[in-house]
Nanobody, 118 residues
Framework: QVQLVESGGGFVQPGGSLRLSCAAS????????MGWYRQAPGEQRELVAT???????KYADSVKGRFTITRDNAKTTMYLQMNSLKPEDTAVYYCNAKNILRSDREYWGQGTQVTVSL
């Protein structure tokens, strides 16, 4: 079992920045494909960004050029640097991990709230 703990959410004005962290309690972090998802009130959960075990990344079109996903295997932690935040980025952000060797092993964090408003 892998536990994922997000941190770094909060309230920020439009144009501001936040950095989210996702700490994973596992010694097998290197075999986890990681990602950030978000869910706004009344909306479905959507993919924000993913980072593969070897570091390749993908982003939703809505965040390209503004968000950067990274991972530190030594610290078993993933990050999401969010710049130029917009009100439409307001959501609960969830950390996700998938074991690349076991398709039935997928984990979610508890979520962290990000609110972008004046």
């Amino acid at each position: 079992q892998v536990q994922l703990v997000e941190s770094g959410g909060g309230f920020v004005q439009p144009g501001g920045s936040l950095r989210l962290s996702c700490a994973a309690s596992t010694s097998n972090f290197r075999i986890l494909a990681m990602g950030w998802y978000r869910q706004a009130p009344g909306e479905q959960r959507e993919l924000v960004a993913t980072i593969a075990t070897l570091g390749s990344t993908k982003y939703a079109d809505s965040v390209k050029g503004r968000f950067t996903i990274t991972r530190d295997n030594a610290k078993t932690t993933m990050y999401l640097q969010m710049n130029s935040l917009k009100p439409e980025d307001t959501a609960v952000y969830y950390c996700n991990a998938k074991n690349i060797l076991r398709s039935d092993r997928e984990y979610w964090g508890q979520g962290t709230q990000v609110t972008v408003s004046l």
